[in-house]
Each structure stands twice: as C-alpha cells, then as structure tokens.
C-alpha cells in the first residue's frame, strides 16, 4: 500500500482557508432581503477572548425587583421582646456643621436661554409631573441631585463635569458629588483626584468574575471595592472648576457583613474610627466640616466601599454613573434594595439615561427589541428611584468609515432616536434628542474637525462634552424659563388683583365717608333748631 504525505495538502488547505478568511473581512457590509449583513470579522471572538472578556447581557426581572422592594418596605416582624435594637444607618462626625444658605429663588431674565434650543420634551400627562417638580425645584434653589448613568460616551466625567459646573454656577452647590473608591482599570478623571490600595474591584458588567455573595450588592455607580485590613482610599478635590472647591461635606457608601472598624481621616490631619456593625445594609459614614481630603482605612475586619461623595453649598449636585461598554441593561444587574437604600440617604431628583451608542449598527433601521428593554430600563429606574424624574438622552451623532474609506454618517442614529423616545413617550418621561443638538452645533464632522471630538468619529472628549453640556444645560434652561414666564405673569396678575382690592377698599372708605357727611348735612337744620349741633351729634354718638 502506498504512503501518502499529507503534510503538503494541509499545508495548502490552510493557505486556502486563511485566504478565505482574509477574502470574507474584504467584503463590506450590503443589504440581503432588507437586512444589513454586516463585515465579517473573523478574529473578534479570538480578541475578546485575549482580553478576557466576559461581559453578560442582563434581562430584566421586573417581578424580582418588586418581590426585593416589597421586602425592604415590609420586614419580616419578629416578637417584640426578641427584637433587637436597630443597627445606626448612619454615623456622624461633624466638627464644624455647614452654615445654613437660603435659598435663591431665580427669575427669568436669569435663566433665558441662547441661541438654538433644543427643547426637552416631558410625556407625563400628569398634572403635575416628576419633571415639573425637578424644575420647580431649580427655580426655587432647592437641592437637587441627579444620577447621570451613562456609557464610555461620559467616562472620565466628560460631559458631566460640565453639565456640573454649569447648573451649580446658576442654582449653587459645590463639588463632585459621588466618585467610585475603586474600579477595575485604569482611567483619567480632571475633576477628581483619587488613589486607592489594597482593594479587589469588580464590575457589574463582568458578573463571572465576581463573588457570587456579592453579585446582588451593585449600585448603579457599577462599581464595589472588597477590602480587607489596610484597604484604603483617599479622595481629593481638584481646582479644575471653581465650583469643585470649598466642600464642607464628605459621604462614605459601604457595607460590613461582619463588624468591622474604620478609620476615616480629612485634610490629613483629623481621624475618627467608626466601628460598623455586620449587617446587609447600606452604611453612611456623613463628615461635616470643611474639606480637601477624604481618606478611608480598614483598620479591622473586611467592608465592602461603593465610594464617597464630597459636596458643599445648597444647589445641585451630579452624580456621574458611567460604565463602559454599557447600553442600559446594567441596571437590571444592580441590586434594587441597595439602589432604593441609597436612594434614600443621598435623594434623587432626576435620573438620566445616556445610553444607545455601543447596539447602534450602520444602516439598521428597526430597534424594535432594544426599544423595548429601554422600557423596562425605565420602569426599573422608576421603582429604585420613586422620587425622580427619568430623562432619556437621545443617541449622539455618530459617523463611521464607507468602503471609499471617507467617514459618512452610519445611516442610523434618527431611526435609533425615534425608537428611544417612543420608549420615553409610552413610559411618560422626559426626553431629550443629543443628536440633534450636535446637528446645531456642525454634527459629528464639526466635532472631529474642532477638536472636540475622536478621530473614530463615535467618541467626543472634555472639550466635546462641554458643549453637549452646554446645550443640554441651554435646554433646562428654556423649561426654568417656560416656568418662571408663566410664574412670574401669575405673581404679577395677583399682585395686581391685589392693588385693585386695595384701591377698592379704600374708594369704599371714601364712599361711605361721604355719604355720613351727607346724612349729617341733611340732618344740620333741624339740629340746629333744637340747639344740639353738628358736634354734640358726633360726641353723643362717640359716647
């Protein structure tokens, strides 16, 4: 029988299957039967394996979150003889307590806006909307507190910083609100400083790679630091803004699961040790005082730390939620009794969702499916945070290289637009259309060509988020206005109703003093006869 080498067929029939595969990542995307087939990238899985991804696709389970809240409104009762005490939620070290700031009430002329608005559009039919009472709020100079949950289009802050400064330069508040105590990976923040050690960080979008105790103990922040003795954190604020100094206010998020001792030290100087009872709960430590600083040391036993927030002023305070790599559906991932826990302690006023950039595909049309799940991201938002406004930002303009190699528009950012604000509009929330403020502002090739934008044409940067958050800040300003117009006209036609009511009081005074006169002058000749007079009437009737 003959020996047959195979080595050289196989050597040619990996050549041949190589060429296939480079020949197949050559063809662009094209249309089949009203469908867009997209390139084909042999390599993607092989790369997303290297770099040992393993993000998972959540699905909500809105009967589970209602099952979790139910639980936490209605605690399981148990004999009041065996019922122990209450564990503190909340542990205090105030040295100098805040002085008290009234609240500035604005006017219109304050808040008219400029040039291209625009609007944000409320859904509610409500007579009185979450939305309105946000607004309500701003006008009044009341605190405000917004959870911006975003993907990487926000990382680092962008956007957010601006969006910030902006509304606390005109309503007031000071500092960065809520910062992480550790993440996974490495990024670069302006508006904060912070170094950590001696934490292990997961991600919510990285479930697999999480303690499976700990898998329903994420905040929206998608960010938990486990952290044993020496564990630590340190948080500083930076002059990036002027509106980022002056903190007088530092909040620490964590949970012990068993008694664990703290020590927390600000401006490096001042210590105190908080010793945190073992309970499932969300924990605060609340630090009152002037502040640069805020540090966080394991000294006993092991806490789980979701981050800080540093803050000043009475305003607004925004909070930024990025997770990279994230449409939405990370939410459905977050555990609702903590979301609700520290809901409670921080109080929410409006949640944004900036989501859509990472499921956009060039040329898609239909979103039928996402539009869907951005329903239920809306009715999850809606029961962790009850008090709270929900604003849909609409997808940013985006543009993507065509065979000839230019960039052109990826053919799909109105149809994805028009799918996510029917999700706000059967849902009754507010939104917002991104794209087509940066239409106003030149779209994405203006972006690019500016500077503010990435040369991917998808990403924009710090100077790119200013001015998204410039026209968003212009569209909150336009409703304030909208209000305070229609306030103010009220206040006015009060006013006047209130100076006619004055200036008819006053003609009746006249009108009655008159007629007195008249009857004592009807009644003078015969007073006068019996000699009485005029003045021994009035005395009489004084008497």
Request: glycine share 8%.
């Amino acid at each position: 029988m003959k020996n047959t080498d195979y080595s050289r067929r196989l050597v040619w029939l990996t050549l041949v299957v190589c060429l296939g595969a480079v020949s197949l990542g050559l063809i662009p995307s094209f249309e089949l039967f009203g469908m867009t087939i997209p390139k084909v990238d042999m390599l993607s899985s092989l790369r997303d394996e290297a770099r040992g991804e393993d993000v998972v696709e959540y699905e909500a389970d809105i009967a589970r979150l209602e099952e979790e809240l139910a639980a936490l409104a209605s605690p399981v009762e148990e004999a009041v003889d065996t019922m122990p005490e209450p564990l503190p939620v909340r542990y205090e070290w105030i040295i100098e307590a805040e002085e008290e700031v009234e609240h500035v009430a604005l006017r219109s002329l304050d808040v008219r806006p400029e040039g291209v608005v625009v609007p944000i559009e409320d859904f509610d039919t409500l007579a009185f909307t979450r939305y309105q009472r946000l607004i309500e709020r701003l006008a009044a100079g009341e605190d405000v507190r917004i959870a911006f949950m975003g993907d990487s289009f926000v990382e680092g802050d962008i956007l957010t910083c601006d969006l910030r400064d902006a509304l606390q330069s005109l309503v007031g508040g000071r500092g960065v609100g809520f910062v992480a105590c550790d993440i996974p990976f490495a990024t670069v923040r302006k508006s904060v400083k912070r170094s950590s050690s001696g934490w292990t960080a997961y991600s919510v979008m990285k479930p697999k790679s999480t303690p499976e105790a700990l898998r329903d103990r994420f905040f929206i922040s998608g960010y938990i630091a486990d952290g044993g003795v020496g564990a630590t954190t340190c948080w500083e604020t930076t002059s990036q803004y002027a509106t980022l100094e002056g903190c007088t206010r530092g909040r620490v998020l964590l949970y012990s699961r068993d008694t664990s001792r703290v020590e927390v030290v600000v401006n490096d100087t001042l210590r105190q040790e908080f010793e945190i009872a073992g309970d499932g709960s969300v924990r605060e430590i609340y630090v009152e005082m002037p502040m640069s600083s805020l540090r966080l040391r394991v000294l006993d036993g092991s806490v789980l730390c979701y981050g800080a927030s540093l803050e000043g002023g009475r305003g607004v305070m925004v909070d930024n939620y990025s997770v990279r790599s994230n449409n939405g559906h990370a939410i459905f991932g977050t555990g609702a009794t903590v979301n609700r826990q520290i809901d409670e302690m921080l109080g929410y006023d409006l949640v944004v969702l900036q989501y859509g950039l990472n499921i956009m595909q060039q040329g898609q049309r239909g979103y039928s499916r996402y539009r869907d799940q951005l329903r239920d991201m809306i009715a999850y938002a809606e029961r962790c945070f009850p008090d709270a406004a929900i604003l849909v930002m609409g997808v940013s303009d985006r543009w993507v290289k065509g065979d000839s190699g230019s960039y052109e528009p990826i053919g799909s950012v109105d149809a994805l637009t028009s799918y996510q604000r029917a999700a706000a509009d059967s849902t009754k929330v507010a939104f917002w259309n991104t794209s087509q403020a940066m239409e106003a502002l030149g779209g994405m090739p203006a972006f690019v060509s500016n500077g503010w934008a990435a040369k991917d044409y998808t990403h924009i940067n710090f100077a790119g988020g200013k001015r998204v958050a410039g026209a968003l800040v212009m569209a909150l300003r336009q409703s304030l206005y909208d209000y305070l117009v229609v306030c103010e006209a009220e206040a006015a036609r009060r006013e006047e109703e209130a100076r006619k009511r004055e200036a008819e009081a006053r003609q009746r005074e006249v009108e009655a003093q008159q007629r007195l006169e008249e009857q004592i002058n009807g009644i003078r000749p015969m007073l006068d006869s019996v000699d009485i007079g005029v003045d021994g009437v009035l005395s009489k009737v004084e008497e």
